[in-house]
Structure formats: structure tokens, C-alpha cells
């Protein structure tokens, strides 16, 4: 059972849970992202919510959270043997569930990116919001990771790849380019500038990009 997120201050922690009336979306919480204005952001299993110290705001599918249904490519149910997620109402995890957030980011302009369970990539601007699935050129709709290197560009896990955005369009990085595996969970970038892929392969290192 997951219970919230927690604050430590150096000395003392402190919890704040959906149960405990606080203004957390959902209890289960799998991505944390603090923006410029140190407001922090959550990636919950019923959508994302903001604090910033004394506000509570949250969104959903509802507020344009995740890609409609009908633009996911191929879609195809998939057969999630959990279950919290077959008994739970609003957490069905079988192909798609907009609300289901495994990755949040901040980038230099200061939006916000959320990968879903299955319905793509989705991007705050503080106004309104964006989603990019397989239509637009990622690899896949499921986004376990994203990442931001330092030239700005975007990078994402899925379960089709990895994909990054050169500025103009989308790009995948595959068996096919010589990626391990397909199925991508996780990017790490060191000091050098390597971006490194976690797959249910084994780990692949990416040194350079050949237009860098």
C-alpha cells in the first residue's frame, strides 16, 4: 500500500496523503518534478497534482491530461494480472489509463512533461495542455522515464524504444540502431553527456547522436 509523499526538512518529516484529507489526487505516487518556481509536481495513479507550499491543484484526464483513446495507434488490451488495478475503479491498467503517471519533468521554459500508462506524452505549459503519442512520431505511448539533456533535448522511455526530439520531429532509438532492447524503463545522462538505457535486455550507452 503506498501512502503519499513526504517532506524531511533536515530534522523532522512530514507526510501528506489523500486519506489525510491533504490535496494529493492519490495515494500512489511514481514521479516527483519541482519546477522553476519551486512548485512541486505529482505523478499519481489518478492523475497529477500541484503544491506550491500551500496550494493543492489537481488534473486529470478531464483537464486534458493524456491522449484520448481514439488517437492511440494500434491499440490493443493488454492483460494486467494486478489486482489493486482490476479491483480499483479509475486504475484499470490494460493498455491505456491517462490518469496512470510514471514520469514527470520540468524543462528551461518551465513546462511540465508527464509519461502515461499508454496514452503518450503530456505537456503543461501553465495554461493548457499538449499530448504527443505514437501519431506524432514517439516510439510508444507508454513513457516510463523522460529526460532533459543539456542542449534542451527531450528524451523518453518506452516501451517501443527511445525517443528524443531534435527540435523539429521525433526520433526513435531502437534494436534497429542498436539499442539492446525495445522496451525501455529508465535514461540516465552522466557528466560526460552518455545517455544510458535501462531495458529488460541489460543497459545500452548512446555516446553521440550522429548529427551532434
Known amino acids: 500500500n503506498w501512502k503519499g509523499v513526504s517532506l524531511f526538512d533536515g530534522k523532522n518529516w512530514k507526510s501528506y496523503r489523500k486519506d489525510n484529507g491533504d490535496g494529493l489526487i492519490d495515494d500512489w505516487v511514481y514521479a516527483i518534478a519541482i519546477d522553476k518556481n519551486e512548485v512541486k509536481w505529482f505523478g499519481t495513479e ?49 493498455g491505456y489509463n491517462p490518469n496512470y503517471i510514471l514520469a514527470a519533468t520540468v524543462d528551461e521554459q518551465n513546462n511540465k512533461w508527464f509519461g502515461t500508462w499508454g496514452a503518450g506524452l503530456a505537456r503543461f505549459d501553465g495554461r493548457g495542455w499538449s499530448n504527443f503519442t505514437t501519431k506524432n512520431g514517439l516510439p510508444g505511448n507508454f513513457i516510463s522515464d523522460i529526460q532533459i539533456d543539456e542542449k534542451g533535448i527531450i528524451w523518453i522511455a518506452t516501451e517501443g524504444g527511445a525517443g528524443f526530439y531534435d527540435g523539429k520531429r521525433w526520433k526513435t532509438l531502437s534494436q534497429k540502431e542498436g539499442m539492446i532492447g525495445d522496451n525501455i524503463f529508465c535514461i540516465a545522462i552522466d557528466p560526460e553527456g552518455h545517455k544510458w538505457f535501462g531495458t529488460m535486455e541489460g543497459v545500452s550507452r548512446l555516446d553521440s547522436l550522429g548529427a551532434e
Open 46 to 94: 489518478g492523475g497529477v497534482t500541484s503544491f506550491d507550499g500551500k496550494n493543492w491543484k489537481s488534473y486529470t484526464h478531464n483537464d486534458g491530461l493524456g491522449a484520448d483513446i481514439k488517437d492511440i495507434e494500434g491499440y490493443e488490451k493488454i492483460d494486467n494480472p494486478a489486482e489493486h488495478h482490476k479491483e480499483t475503479v479509475g486504475k484499470e491498467a490494460e
